[in-house]
């Protein structure tokens, strides 16, 4: 990734218009950010498809995140089932979200799903935890960076190049430029690990102090990392423009969670335009797994396979 010095002032003049925006804009000083630019990939655009455990997330039978309805016993799976199912789907990767794994994890469970994938001939694309790195200092902050770098661990045990991360919410009171500068912190600290393991890091445009593009590219810039970049959500921008700002993000992505509806400011859910996301991608030169993960109401086991089909002539 080829260096370079965001300007301030130019950064201010580029922004969107909206509170949040200007507030979030002021928050870190010109002096930190001697950072990195967007990637820099030579050759073609290359998008594989993926599918995340996510979009089956009431049917694991191993939990640790809320389910609105959990399936009954007879029809949940474990996660050797769901590679299987990406297998059978034609799926190139396979997302597999730290959340439904067994609470009691060991290597050797790591392992077994590492040969499995291979052997299906499905890649683990990487894994995604929940975390706040804008915690205050303390016990609760000390366990999430902990967090982080155990799943980056296990990560590296599964061959799995890349863990999604969340920066954390903005603070109901207190000050916000303090809350940016912890995320920085911890994010630093856990890209440092992750440098030893040879994984990638991708923090979510997921609310809170990066819910819109311009302070998400901010923070990326201003951490010196190779080994950090953008997870990017097609959903997760409620913004006018939301498909202005994944184009801002896609540069930096290195990875992408690709969802079937989108949420301007102001309206509705409607469907995502599945060949505008393409678009926008192939004209970053994105090069990595886009991941389906499906969040519509309508029955996942029907409609992830009609996604999947839309999609693969797409990403072509």
Known sequence: MKKSILNRRSFLSRAASGSLVVMASKLISPTDLNAVAPFNRPGKANLKLGLAAYSLRDYFRDASHSRETPAPESQQIDMFQFIDYCADLGCEGAELTSYYFPEQLDDGYLLKIKRHAFMRGVAISG?????????????????????????????????????????????????????????????????????KRGVFLGIENHGGIVAEADPLIEIVES???????????????????????????APYAVNVQLKVEIAPRGKSKSPSDLSRLAHILHGANYQGFVVLEYEA??????????HVDALKPLLS
């Open 127 to 195: 894994t995604a935890v929940g975390n706040q790195f804008t915690d205050l200092p303390g016990s609760a902050r000390t366990e999430q960076i902990a967090h982080v770098n155990k799943w980056i661990d296990r990560a590296a045990i599964m061959g799995a190049p890349h863990v999604r991360v969340f920066a954390g919410n903005a603070p109901a009171q207190g000050s916000w430029k303090k809350a940016v500068a912890r995320c920085i912190e911890g994010l630093k600290r856990c890209c440092d690990h992750a440098a």
């Open 223 to 249: 951490i010196d990392s190779p080994w950090l970049g953008i997870n990017l959500d097609t959903g997760n921008f409620h913004t006018k423009d939301p498909y202005g700002d994944i184009a801002k993000c």
């Open 297 to 306: 109401a309508e029955d996942p086991w029907k409609a992830i396979p009609m």
